[in-house]
């Protein structure tokens, strides 16, 4: 029994590491463009059946209740939290923000098409429109050397002044939204990828079949609330702390026990 009560409080120890580590992440990434906090959500593990419930008790009777042992908890998941974060004007043109639902394109070094909110563009050496290590939007864009006062509007227009004054619209951004974004797989560099959980994209304009609408000279900020991330990470260290005990009373038990006997 006590090495059982021994095996329970490791899987609360290892199931609290887990939920610190999530909660660390989210607070480092407090400043980063476009991030979602992550949630740890957690499961029981099996139960060990000692009386099945409704089991004969005596000939004319029957237990109520049973008795079931637990064995423990584990990590299930994480989730990701797609509540929109704050917006914060920047004056950039080619700084853009998605308010709702969406991804930006971008196309990755083996090919692949990757997703991502932080809309912190900037203007490759040929005038393509690309993240800021280099990756170029899908579908390509791309701004004429000559070309100024660079302007994002609410559908995703991309608009300019050319050399002679005259307005230039050079393409549209599009929109990628999920039937379910939280099974997106985040590859870092702000990226997430398709996964057969999230479904495959529905790709078109801005602010059409529920996608959101750009703010253009914006940026969306993370949406970690830091006083929430503390109180949670109170939470999971005393968590911690508990289980920690836990192993130290079964030990002692333990011992004690073996003195006795």
């Not at 908890?73 to 709702?100: E, H, K, P, S, W």
């Not at 830091?226 to 333990?254: C, F, G, H, P, W």
Request: overall charge negative; aromatic content about 4%; charged content about 20%.
């Amino acid at each position: 029994m006590s090495i059982g009560a021994l095996h329970v409080a490791r899987t609360g120890l290892d199931a609290q590491g887990f939920r610190m580590q999530v909660i660390a992440n989210n607070l480092a990434n407090v400043n980063t463009t476009g991030f979602k906090r992550d949630r740890a959500s957690f499961e029981t593990l099996s139960y060990q059946m000692m009386t099945q419930a409704g089991a004969p008790s005596t000939a004319e009777n029957r237990y109520a209740t049973g008795l079931n042992l637990g064995t423990g908890v584990a990590l299930n998941g994480t989730a990701r939290m797609d509540t929109q974060g704050t917006f914060q004007t920047t004056g950039n043109g080619l700084d853009v923000a998605i308010d709702g639902a969406g991804y930006f394109q971008v196309e990755m070094p083996d090919g692949r098409t990757g997703y991502t909110r932080a809309g912190n563009f900037g203007r490759a050496p040929d005038g393509t429109i690309v993240t800021s290590d280099g990756k170029p939007m899908m579908p390509a864009i791309q701004i004429p050397e000559d070309a100024s006062n660079v302007t994002i509007g609410l559908d995703g227009t991309v608009s300019a002044t050319g050399a002679d004054g005259t307005a230039l619209e050079l393409g549209r951004i599009e929109i990628a939204r999920f039937a379910n974004p939280a099974g997106l797989q985040a590859i870092g560099g702000n990226l997430l990828v398709e996964t057969q959980a999230s479904g495959a994209p529905l790709v078109g304009g801005a602010g059409e079949e529920g996608r959101g609408s750009l703010r253009g000279g914006m940026l969306e900020g993370s949406n970690v609330n830091v006083v929430e991330e503390l109180v949670d990470m109170i939470e999971t260290q005393r968590a911690y702390e508990v289980n920690s005990k836990m192993i130290s009373a079964t030990d002692e038990m333990m011992k004690n026990a073996s003195q006795t006997l």
